[in-house]
């Protein structure tokens, strides 16, 4: 669409129309300046915390299609330290970025505005999956799974991967209104508990089942369709666990919003280091979720979402 958003339909029988969202962008940068010494200053799309990014490896990616690959480093004054430990940034406009070349080749080749994104690839490492951007790919990865593995089906099913939601919701927002959808399923991650951390504070837990949202910042899920999700996955075998997150929003927020209402809900994905380069799901997880959604697809022409 005008936006960018990427749409898909799988016709139906005559059924209710199911929007799917996943995020298609990752949190990144744009250049916004560069210095006599040919080094560049960014500019965040999405939530960093400073302290993740010293030392990384990030991709420059130029208006002429080439991709630079760069060192995201530390501002200092002198020469560093012996030990990165006696080094804490935590502000962006404290870094740098340095693309081993002249000043004269970078300014040959950067522009304003040139978007920036971490260099990281996805491993295989215990049970799970690492890489950066599983926020929100490992969603996006689900979803084409359930398309492809989606058996007789009576609901119109529209999968939408978005655009700009880190920086605010947006594609949902303007794809849902397009779409016009009966019911709305977002499909992110969620913050996983920590080894070691406060129980009580855990969103979720790696390993435990895909989470069905009941509430974050930006929607109270359809009570309803919380029940049907839990009754298809008690009913398949399927382990998933409650999600009340106290901050942050998925697509979900902006599509529950569209006309003048749409019963929507949250599968999320259990996360652990979220917004950096080392995010980590379970491959368990990621296989509960592909299942859980396929299962309430081929129903979900059965719901009665309707207050009252």
């Known amino acids: 669409d005008a936006l960018g958003n990427v749409i898909g339909v799988k016709a139906g029988q005559g059924g209710p129309r199911v929007m799917l969202a996943a995020h298609m962008d990752e949190i990144g940068f744009l250049v916004k300046h560069v210095d006599e ?12 915390n400073g302290q993740n990014l ?13 991709v630079l690959r760069g060192a995201l480093q530390p501002k200092r004054e002198s020469h560093p330290p012996a030990y990165m430990g006696e080094i804490k940034p935590d502000r962006l406009q404290d870094m740098f970025v340095d693309l081993g070349l002249s000043a004269d080749e970078v300014a040959e080749q950067v522009e304003i505005g040139d978007m920036v994104t971490m260099d990281r690839t996805l491993e295989r490492v215990g049970h799970t999956v690492m890489s950066k951007s599983l926020d929100d790919r490992v ?5 084409l799974e ?10 119109e099913v529209v999968m939408v991967a978005t655009v700009q939601e880190e920086v605010g919701l947006r594609g949902a927002r303007t794809s849902a209104f397009g779409v016009n959808p009966d019911i709305g399923i977002a499909v992110d991650i969620a913050p996983a508990g920590m080894p070691g951390g406060d129980p009580a504070e855990a969103i979720t837990r790696l390993g435990a089942g895909p989470a069905i949202k009941l509430m974050d910042s930006s929607v109270i899920t359809s009570t309803k369709l919380v029940r049907h999700f839990r009754d ?7 382990a998933y666990q409650l999600e009340i997150m106290p901050f942050g929003g998925t697509d979900a927020g902006a599509i529950h919003l569209t ?8 599968i999320s994905i259990p996360t652990r280091y979220g917004h950096t380069v080392n995010e980590m799901a379970s491959v368990d ?3 509960g979720s592909i299942a859980l959604i396929t299962h309430y697809l081929e129903e979900a022409h059965q719901g009665d979402y309707r207050l009252g």
Do not use: W
């Not at 010494?37 to 960093?48: I, S």
């Not at 359930?146 to 609901?155: C, D, E, F, P």
């Not at 298809?232 to 399927?238: D, T």
């Not at 006309?259 to 949250?266: E, L, R």
């Open 285 to 287: 997880d990621i296989r």
């Open 54 to 66: 010293a030392c990384q490896r990030v991709l420059v990616h130029t208006r002429s299609g080439t």
């Open 139 to 143: 969603s996006l990865y689900i979803l």
């Open 232 to 238: 298809v996955a008690e009913r398949k075998s399927i």
């Open 37 to 48: 010494h040919g080094c560049l200053r960014l500019q965040p799309l999405g939530g960093f």
């Open 259 to 266: 006309h003048s209402g749409v019963p929507s809900i949250t």
């Open 146 to 155: 359930v398309l492809r593995g989606l058996g007789s089906h009576v609901a």
